[in-house]
């Protein structure tokens, strides 16, 4: 009988590990193709749309390059190319992390589990990159 229990909690683990494991899977599949297909050669990827409307960069402007720069163990060019990516890199990592474990440990992983502080600094900090990097004491965070 606490064999059963034991196999059926693994099993549960096991599923409970699948969101977690899709995630990594598909964002290991993306950096593996953007750091196969340089986004630096013209025609790889299209042109971000809001960029092409507004003549703006948007906070994510440069990302792709970011990336492919990172996989490719070169950290001062994608610092160059988009700083917030690279810090929000390690970010998603830890939150990944988090989820991954939270899963394994059976609990669930809601938006109620980041404080909504955290939420609205991140917004704050987003919106804040997104103006300075258009205005021209900001050229330095253009990509």
Request: aromatic share 12%.
């Amino acid at each position: 009988m606490v064999t059963g229990k034991i196999a059926r909690s693994r099993g549960a683990r096991a599923r409970a590990l699948l969101a977690p494991l899709g995630v990594a899977v598909a964002v290991g599949a993306a950096t593996v193709f953007v750091s196969a297909v340089d986004p630096n050669e013209p025609g790889h990827y299209p042109t971000c749309p809001f960029l092409m409307l507004t003549g703006l960069y948007c906070p994510g402007c440069g990302g792709l390059r970011t990336v492919y720069a990172l996989a490719h163990g070169d950290p001062v060019t994608a610092l160059g190319l988009n700083p917030f990516v690279v810090v929000l890199v390690p970010v998603l990592v830890a939150l990944w992390g988090r989820w991954a474990l939270r899963s394994w440990r059976g609990a669930s992983f809601n938006g109620k589990s980041i404080h909504t502080a955290y939420i609205w600094i991140f917004l704050a900090l987003m919106i804040a990159f997104w103006v300075v990097r258009n205005v021209p004491f900001g050229e330095f965070l253009a990509p």
